[in-house]
């Protein structure tokens, strides 16, 4: 299990093992071991759920993030370029999980913010060293997904 909590952030994987015990066709009993992995990343409100392409845009926005970050380390005031956003469209209500370089008294920080149907609802800047930790979390989870179990039928 992973758990990582950390400013409104968390990332849970948990893997399910189930054993199934069955006889070949020499009647020897053999045992099956199936896993079930679980990826969940929520910021807020707004939950990634086993969706390996949000999680790449995530993690892909936050290593672009930190190459631009020391790229222009010693750079003082160079602007970084960067605003992406994640949308979730639904009956009851619109979220969009936003991800922005920013800049304030030459000091870089990447403000991640949750609106909801337009209105505000979670927001935190994250330093140099948080971006690496978040990095590091998401990198684990999307390393544990694994692909669906199908049984066909012979």
């Known amino acids: 299990m992973i758990d990582f909590e950390f400013k ?63 790229k222009r380390s010693n750079k003082a005031g160079s602007k970084i370029e960067l605003a992406t956003a994640l949308f979730h469209d639904d009956y009851y209500n619109s979220q969009a999980l936003n991800l922005i370089a920013r800049q304030k008294n030459g000091i870089q920080s990447l403000e991640v913010s949750l609106t909801e149907d337009g209105r505000p609802t979670g927001e935190v800047y994250l330093g140099g060293q948080e971006v690496i930790m978040l990095d590091i979390a998401i990198g684990k989870a999307i390393g544990l997904l694994s692909p669906e179990i199908v049984y066909l039928e012979n």
């Open 8 to 70: 409104g952030i968390c990332v849970h994987v948990t893997v399910e093992v189930t054993r199934s015990e069955f006889k070949d066709s020499g009647g020897h009993r053999l045992n099956r071991f199936d896993r079930n992995t679980r990826v969940k990343a929520s910021f807020w409100d707004f939950v990634i759920f086993n969706d390996l392409y949000e999680l790449a845009m995530v993690k892909s926005t936050l290593n672009y993030f930190m190459q631009a970050y020391w």
